[in-house]
């Protein structure tokens, strides 16, 4: 299932104990099954993109901070699906609560994921630009000193 181990410790544990906590609500909670089984899909479908992230991250000596957001959402998710496993199956009021709270949280973790990769990805984009640019600078200096050593070459032959 989903509760593999995500590169990074922080970010792999909030994954797990998510992904844990859906599949335990799933066996005792009949109530929420639908529920739980988007929420889980939705979670294959961002692993993928998380363990890229943390793993780039970790590549480009990121910020940790970036990770804490999403590892934050993920706890906040996994605190739901685990108060939802608790409700028992005539208590229709608390049911159709977190029916609705678990169809939030799938919606909204999508939406989340959506809008701040985007934003990361457009930030790293930035990053990688500049970093473009300063190395053509460099380039374009060396270029500029073989260029003005093969003047001076060509200047003492010919004066030779």
Not at 5 to 20: D, H, K, P, V, Y
Request: glycine letters at 6%.
């Amino acid at each position: 299932m989903a509760g593999n181990l995500i590169g990074g410790a922080a970010l792999g544990q909030a994954f797990r104990m998510l992904s844990e906590s859906i599949t335990q609500a799933g066996k005792t909670s009949v109530c929420f099954d639908s529920n739980l089984r988007r929420l889980n899909s939705t979670l294959l479908s961002i692993k993928p993109v998380l363990e890229d992230i943390d793993r780039l991250n970790k590549a480009l000596e990121g910020r940790e901070s970036e990770i804490d957001i999403f590892k934050k959402r993920l706890e906040e998710g996994e605190k739901l699906v685990s108060k939802s496993a608790k409700i028992k199956r005539y208590n229709v009021c608390k049911r159709w609560y977190y029916s609705k709270k678990l169809a939030d949280l799938e919606q909204s973790t999508m939406k989340f994921f959506e809008v701040h990769g985007l934003m990361q990805s457009c930030r790293d984009r930035k990053k990688i630009l500049v970093a473009l640019k300063e190395e053509g600078e460099k380039l374009d200096e060396i270029y500029a000193i073989l260029k003005d050593m093969k003047l001076n070459k060509t200047r003492r032959i010919s004066t030779i």
